[in-house]
C-alpha cells in the first residue's frame, strides 16, 4: 500500500515470504485465532488493479495478502507503517473492496462477497493513534461496520513477545528504545543496558533454536532482519548502531542463510511432519530430493514456491521435475 519500499517494508515482507509461520501467532493475538503452526499459508500477489469508472485500472501495491488454509479458509491482508497515514483507510478499503469483488460468489440473483481480515502494523505511534481503524458502509436501510485492528509494536516488551511467540516483532523492537538514541549515544551505561537486553534476546532466541522450537534459518533471518531495521533507524547515532550489532554478531549473508534453509531446515520440517505419511529422514545436500520434497508438496507440508526454493530452483523447474516424478509414479 505504501508508495514506495522502506527498509521497513523490505523487512516486514521478508519476514512473510521467508518465515510465513512466523505471522501466525501474531493473527492469534490480533484476531483470537487459534492457529498450531501446522496451517498452509497461500500468498497472493502484492499488485491488484482496481476498476475506475471512467474505465481506467489503477495498480495498488498492499504489503501482503494471503490465505491461510486450515480447518477453513480465511483471508488477511496486512500493512506495515513506520508513521501515520491519513489516506491509509481509503487505500484500504479500495483495496479489500478489489478482493472480495474478484472472488465474489454469484449465485442467481445473489453476489456475495467477503473481505479479508485486515490489520495494520504501526511501528511508531502516538497519542492520536488509535486502538482500530473502521469503515463504516451505508446501504439503504442498514449499516455495516468494517473494522481494521491496529498493531503498535512499541506497545510489546521483549517478555511479552517470546511468552507469546509474536518472534515476527523482534526485528521492529528497537523503534520502542527510538526516544532514547540520543542518550545511548552519550551515555555509555545505558548504552551498555541496551546491549545487554540485546544479548538476551540473541540467547533466547539461539535457546529456542537449540530445542528446536524454530529453526536455525528463522533464527538467523530475525537476528539479520533485526540488524537491518537498527542500521536504519540509528543513521544519525553511531555508538547505538556499532554497540548493538556488536552484540548481535555478524550478519549473515545470503548464501549462507540459503545454505541453512535448504539443508537444515528441511530436515527439521520432515522430522516433524513424519508422523507416518512421509517416510525417511532428508540429510544432506538437496541433489536427488525431488522425489521427497513432490511428497512433502502432496502432503501439504510444503507449498510448491517453499519446495522450489529449497530444492534451489525456479517454480517453473520444479513443476517440470514434479511432472516427471508425476509420470514415474505411475509407471509404477
Known sequence: MNTGNTPYDDVFRTLLNDCSKLILPVINEIFGEHYTGEETIVFSPNEHFLNKQDGIEEERITDTSFQVVGKETKKYHWECQSTDDSSMLVRFFEYDAQIALDQGELTGSILTVTFPHSAVLFLRHGKATPEEMKVVIKTPGTDAVYQIPVVKAQT?????????????????????????????????????????????????????????????????????????????????????????????????????????????????????????????????????????????????????????????????????????????????
Not at 544519525?236 to 531446515?265: C, D, F, H, P, S
Not at 516433524?272 to 502432503?299: A, C, T, W
Open 156 to 332: 510489546y516488551g521483549i517478555e511479552e513477545i517470546f511468552e507469546k511467540k509474536l518472534l515476527f516483532l523482534i526485528p521492529f523492537y528497537i523503534f520502542s528504545h527510538e526516544s532514547q538514541f540520543e542518550v545511548y549515544n552519550t551515555d555509555e551505561r545505558k548504552l551498555k543496558e541496551l546491549q545487554e537486553e540485546y544479548g538476551r534476546i540473541k540467547n533466547q532466541l539461539e535457546e529456542l533454536a537449540v530445542q528446536r522450537k524454530i529453526e536455525e534459518y528463522i533464527k538467523c533471518t530475525i537476528m539479520d532482519m533485526s540488524r537491518k531495521v537498527l542500521e536504519s533507524i540509528t543513521k544519525k547515532y553511531q555508538k547505538v548502531r556499532e554497540g548493538v550489532t556488536e552484540v548481535m554478531g555478524g550478519r549473515v549473508l545470503e548464501y549462507e542463510a540459503k545454505t541453512i534453509k535448504n539443508e537444515g531446515w528441511l530436515e527439521g520440517k520432515v522430522e516433524g511432519h513424519k508422523e507416518g505419511k512421509i517416510e525417511g529422514k532428508i540429510e544432506g545436500k538437496m541433489e536427488g530430493k525431488i522425489e521427497v520434497l513432490f511428497d512433502l508438496v502432496e502432503n501439504h507440508v510444503f507449498t510448491i514456491k517453499e519446495a522450489a526454493s529449497y530444492a534451489g530452483l525456479t517454480v517453473e523447474e520444479f513443476s517440470n521435475k514434479i511432472e516427471f516424478y508425476k509420470g514415474k509414479k505411475k509407471a509404477n
